[in-house]
């Protein structure tokens, strides 16, 4: 069974910074390209970052040369460390599959504001 598990986020100010993780157990993470995606209040769940099984990395143009998404196989966890947010980033961020997606973890929540 595929479990995927977010950890992280909270409140942060306006122009600061988050880390936030993913974990995903119950299959061969290597294999798979990644991707976080986020959920505000009253829009649709969006794209915001992916990684291929090789490192390449694409991002949202909201979030470009702010964001950044990284991956570690051996721990079959994805990152994005996010910098310079602004309140317009606050939603419900999760992580799947970038084009095999599994059912989706409870996501976690980021607020910017001051």
């Known amino acids: 069974q595929v479990q995927l598990v977010e950890s992280g986020g909270g409140l942060v100010q306006p122009g600061g910074s988050l880390r936030v993780s993913c974990t995903i157990s119950?299959?061969?993470?290597?294999?798979?390209?990644m991707a976080w995606y986020r959920q505000a209040a009253d829009k649709q769940r969006e794209l915001v970052a992916s990684i291929t099984t090789g490192g390449i990395t694409n991002y949202a143009e909201s979030v470009q040369g702010r964001f950044t998404i990284s991956r570690d196989d051996a721990k079959n966890t994805v990152y994005p460390q996010m910098n310079s947010l602004k309140p317009e980033d606050t939603a419900v961020y999760y992580c799947?599959?970038?084009?095999?997606?599994?059912?989706w973890g409870q996501g976690i929540q980021v607020t910017v504001s001051s």
């Open positions: 119950g299959v061969n993470f290597a294999l798979f390209a």
């Open positions: 799947n599959g970038r084009f095999l997606r599994w059912p």
